[in-house]
């Protein structure tokens, strides 16, 4: 029974995951792709999760630990690069979006 849950439980995270890949691909602006790479960063984290529990494999988790970390990175990188692209169209008098 357990097994038949989790495995429903990675269907519909795929599902969700190509949801997400797909409205980045729609999506025109910076910033609304840079909350469907954190989007997709939380579903894999998810799917991380369900897989140790669904291998009990507990060692799986510290690899879920770091690859958080290095999103959270990741996208405060990309949130200053966008600041710092604004400020230089503000400073160029352009319009800032």
């Known amino acids: ?20 890949l797909l409205y980045i691909v729609i999506s025109k602006h910076f910033t609304d792709r840079l909350v469907g ?3 997709i960063s939380t579903l894999i ?6 897989l140790s529990l669904f291998l009990d494999a507990t060692s799986i988790l510290d690899i879920d630990i770091v690859y958080a970390l290095l999103s959270f990175q990741a996208v405060v990188v990309l949130s200053r ?3 710092v692209r604004m400020l230089a169209q503000k400073k160029k008098g352009g319009k800032g979006k």
């Open 1 to 20: 029974m357990f097994q038949q849950v989790m495995q429903v439980y990675l269907i519909i995270l795929s599902v969700c995951l190509a949801g997400a």
């Open 37 to 39: 790479v954190n989007l």
């Open 45 to 50: 984290l998810n799917t991380i999760l369900v």
């Open 81 to 83: 690069l966008l600041r």
